[in-house]
């Protein structure tokens, strides 16, 4: 429009992703045993442990906004008062970062963790697009923020732990399989900042939930005994 005289939106991003997935074979050391051969030692013949994570990843990205308006002074006020009134601007440069991890400690005891940080990079009042005499004091600005990985603005955490009970190993209880697992979140997140206001603090959450549950397959209990196999046999050929 002609009150316009220059608008300008301005985005630049940088991202970087790393994934790994771990190809590691437990260890075993018990299961060419001969000794463990029997029924009775398969709790112990299947013993295993993974000295590796299954995968991990990391995602890191800069992402920084910036946009100006400058307004046509038509009555010349600002070379009158000496300041440029009709420049308006916003600004905002985000570090986003997460990370995953998996590790599977055993075949029936797994991990799993991921977090993810939102953090804010200060910049100085005035940047390079508003004037290049600016440039040396926004970068010094940046950097100082960076090497500080910023100023957190939101946290989340995610932890969860899942197991299969090895119950079923043992022949008593082979008609009995069991899981148990655990799930945790937290959050962070910082409050606005009022000028001249007192420090209301910051908000965190939390939550750890566990859960447990076991099937019973009485068949195979039944069949257990000899009499309850046979009258279940002759009732399950009818």
């Known amino acids: 429009s002609a009150e316009v005289q220059r608008n300008m939106n301005k985005q630049e991003r940088a991202s970087l992703n790393y994934n790994f997935s771990f190809n590691a074979q437990p260890w075993e050391p018990f299961k060419k045993v001969k000794a463990f051969s029997k029924p009775a030692f398969a709790i112990i013949k299947d013993f295993n442990i993974n000295y590796m994570p299954q995968s991990l990843s990391f995602n890191t990205d800069l992402n ?62 005035f940047t390079p697009e508003i004037g290049k005499e600016y440039y040396e004091q926004w970068r010094d600005t940046v950097w100082a923020s960076i090497r500080k990985l910023g100023s957190p603005y939101t946290y989340q955490q995610v932890f969860s732990a899942s197991w299969t009970v090895p119950i079923n190993k043992i022949p008593l209880f082979d008609w009995v399989t069991a899981n148990a697992s655990y799930n945790s979140t937290y959050n962070w997140n910082r409050t606005a900042t009022i000028k001249d206001a007192a420090n209301i603090g910051n908000v965190a959450t939390s939550m750890g939930a566990w859960q447990a549950d076991a099937n019973l397959n009485f068949e195979t209990l039944y069949n257990k005994s000899k009499y309850l196999k046979e009258v279940n046999r002759k009732y399950s050929a009818q």
């Open 64 to 125: 920084r906004q910036f946009s100006q308006t400058k307004l046509r002074d038509f009555n010349n006020t600002a070379a009158a008062i000496g300041q440029n009134l009709d420049l308006t601007y916003s600004k905002d440069f985000m570090w986003n970062r997460q990370f995953d991890i998996k590790y599977d400690l055993s075949k029936s005891l797994r991990f799993s963790f991921q977090t993810a940080m939102n953090a804010n990079i200060e910049e100085s009042r």
